[in-house]
């Protein structure tokens, strides 16, 4: 099955049994795979109301012996099975009239002219993946378009298809909201001297070789409501354009993904603010973010894009920006006048100049040095923290020259122990001593038990 789209309805096993029943080869038709793959032997039961559809028998002369016998899906997955032909089209139009969606990426449609027989007997087609056929160089005429118009979805991941045809397919379908052109190798873009589509919202145009931002300026002349940009996996160096350029280009542009480009400064991050309804960014994989922290990543990025409610996938509370914001006061404190963002002006204005925050080391001591007294004598000893009580005696054994069974221990805390006094520590205890909370200065007494 398509890793793009998954089909309603359709259970693993079924997938499993079509694939083991019938090899891709070249040459077939449309048709010919159809009746292969959803004939009784190899789909043989209902799915449930609305699953599918069973098409019996009409009065007249009868076409395909099995036409009484298939049993068709609204979503057809018919990727990888050798089609370049149409097929009988008087048959496609009786069988497919209820069809909404169609998968037929990895085939061997090479023609137009083919694809368009397919498409024009489907009536209530709404979503085409042609991904991975041999398109390149495959001119597509106007009229041949024009089967497509009630498309609202269309996949052309790897086809290597033309802007030209692009433009021809953005002019003659008028309700297409969805386009795909990844992996096309795509390194520059036909300029239009119109708007191709007022309808389209998504373009997702990954892993392609777009390098000059005047590339991407042309979406936003040939898209003029594009809500949803996907460029990630193209090289482009920087965003070149004016604040009023980017309004006027993209005015509805919400979400826009450009990962992994080559971004390397931090006013092409600024630029994004002159969209002015963007509100989710991707930008992961940039060399601008390469020297930073997780923390200051995240942190400098939000700071400069005040009005983005989704980074990286993460959503952005009000907590979140005013510590981002916050950090990054901090984190340019020290910066020469001439090299302050402004962001940075901003910000002072809302929260004021900040001091750096004191740096607290909230980890457990290892050691402390501590007073030994026994008896007469007063000795300086430097104790593990990380030991027990049991191995603190081990340790004073040589110091008090007493026997481990012969001893009691008392901490002195050295400010708290006029109002609490000394605390005896157990002798069988496993207690760590950093549990006593003892610091340097402290007390330890050792006491000989009596006989």
């Known amino acids: 099955m398509s890793d793009l789209w998954a089909v309603p309805g359709m259970a693993e096993g079924e997938v499993g049994m079509w694939e083991g029943a019938m090899e891709p080869s070249e040459g077939r038709t449309f048709m010919e795979v159809i009746s292969e793959k959803y004939s009784p032997e190899n789909f043989p039961t209902r799915r449930g109301p609305g699953m599918g559809i069973v098409v019996v028998p009409t009065a007249g002369p009868q076409g395909s012996p099995m036409k009484d016998r298939l049993n068709l899906p609204i ?8 089609i370049s032909r149409a097929g009988d089209q008087t ?8 069809v909404m969606e169609l998968d037929l990426s990895h085939n061997n449609l090479r023609d137009w002219h083919e694809i368009s027989k ?5 009536p209530n087609l709404d979503f085409l993946n042609l991904s991975s056929n041999p398109l390149a160089g495959v001119t597509l005429e106007p009229h041949f378009a024009e089967v497509f118009s009630r498309v609202r979805r269309l996949v052309l991941n790897n086809t290597q298809v033309s802007w030209n045809t692009v433009a021809t397919f953005a002019q003659e379908m008028p309700e297409l909201e969805e386009l795909f052109l990844c ?7 036909s300029a239009s001297a119109v708007p191709c589509s007022t309808t389209l919202r998504l373009l997702h145009i990954t892993d392609n070789n777009l390098q000059d931002w005047a590339e991407v300026r042309k979406f936003g002349a040939m898209f003029p409501r594009l809500d949803t940009l996907v460029m990630a996996n193209n090289n482009l160096a920087s965003i070149e354009d004016s604040a009023d350029l980017l309004q006027r280009l993209f005015p509805s542009l919400r979400y826009i993904n450009m990962n992994n480009a080559a971004l390397s400064r931090w006013e092409d991050i600024e630029k994004l603010n002159c969209f002015p309804k963007l509100e989710e960014v991707r930008l992961q994989g940039i060399p601008l973010l390469q020297t930073y922290t997780n923390t200051e990543r995240r942190s400098l990025m ?4 005040p009005t983005v409610s989704l980074l990286n996938g993460s959503v952005v509370t009000d907590g979140d920006r005013e510590d981002a914001e ?3 006061i901090r984190y340019h404190v020290d910066y020469p006048e001439e090299e302050l963002p402004y962001r940075y002006h901003c910000l002072v204005t809302k929260y004021g100049k900040l001091e750096p925050l004191a740096e607290i080391d909230l980890r457990p001591r290892c050691h402390a040095q501590v007073e030994v007294h026994c008896e007469d004598k007063v000795e300086q000893v430097n104790i593990r923290l990380d030991q027990t009580v049991a191995e603190l005696r081990k340790q004073l054994r040589k110091v008090v020259q007493l026997s481990t069974n012969n001893m009691r221990i008392y901490y002195i805390d050295k400010d708290v122990c ?3 006094g000394p605390e005896e ?18 007390e330890i007494l050792v006491v000989p038990k009596t006989k």
Request: aromatic residues 12%.
């Open 75 to 82: 979503c057809l997955v018919l990727n990888d099975c050798g």
């Open 91 to 98: 048959e496609i139009a009786a069988f497919c009239a209820h």
């Open 118 to 122: 397919i498409v024009s007997n489907i």
């Open 183 to 189: 992996l096309n190798e795509y390194t520059s873009v």
């Open 302 to 305: 939000l700071a400069q894009l």
């Open 326 to 328: 916050r950090f990054f």
């Open 418 to 420: 006029s109002a609490f």
């Open 425 to 442: 520590m157990n002798i069988y205890s496993s207690r760590a001593l950093h549990s006593y909370s003892i610091r340097d200065g402290d």
